[in-house]
């Protein structure tokens, strides 16, 4: 056969694939690259992440959010995809809230591709998105955590260690909120 033939196979399939099962992006155990990011000035962003310190300046290590299962938004503000499915986004955000005080305790966080604090708080309050969302304007966090367009997904569960392993990957959206979080608890718990 001749490769562009082939190419296009292999293509086809990847995106039938990707189509039919978008969680199909799953990842071996890698563990969570190191992320620091500001404490949220906010109160209720901090108590939800489980901070005791105040947003004056003061950093965080990720692997210090009190969760078993940790999801990582990749959006941009300037990512149609990204605003159409904050909704659904918002949606998959309050499932989450109805399992507080039950285990497993899962929380989500955003992260702004290339966007400025200023943009970043826009979007929050142009979608109305109530957990805490940061800007990553020289796009290091989206590179350490291997970003392949927005909107993307990076979960992670506790690993025995205290820190955090990657355990599904999914570039592009998702069609229900409830199934999505299905997903991601059976992959937490693998």
């Given at each position: ?34 992320l620091?990011?500001?404490?949220p ?17 003061a950093?965080?290590?990720v ?12 959006f941009?503000?300037?990512c ?6 904050a ?14 005080g ?5 929380k ?7 966007n ?21 304007q ?5 590179n ?15 690993d ?19 199934d ?10 693998n």
């Amino acid at each position: 056969m001749h490769k562009p033939i082939i190419f296009m196979l292999r293509a086809g399939v990847m995106l039938m694939l990707f189509v039919c099962f978008p969680g199909a992006l799953m990842a071996e155990s890698e563990p969570l690259p190191q992320l620091v990011l500001p404490v949220p000035a906010d109160e209720h962003h901090r108590t939800y992440l489980g901070l005791q310190e105040s947003g004056d300046g003061a950093t965080f290590e990720v692997v210090e959010i009190d969760a078993d299962i940790l999801l990582i938004e990749l959006f941009s503000m300037y990512c149609p995809y990204c605003q159409a499915e904050a909704p659904l986004v918002n949606e998959l955000y309050e499932l989450m809230q109805a399992l507080s005080g039950s285990e497993p305790k899962v929380k989500i966080i955003g992260i702004g591709a290339s966007n400025s604090d200023f943009e970043v708080d826009h979007f929050g309050k142009t979608y109305d998105v109530e957990f805490p969302l940061f800007s990553d304007q020289d796009m290091a966090i989206y590179n350490a955590l291997a970003g392949a367009g927005t909107p993307g997904f990076v979960g992670a569960r506790r690993d025995a260690a205290g820190g955090f392993s990657i355990v599904l990957r999914q570039s592009g959206g998702f069609y229900s909120a409830a199934d999505f979080l299905k997903e991601l608890i059976a992959a937490g718990a693998n």
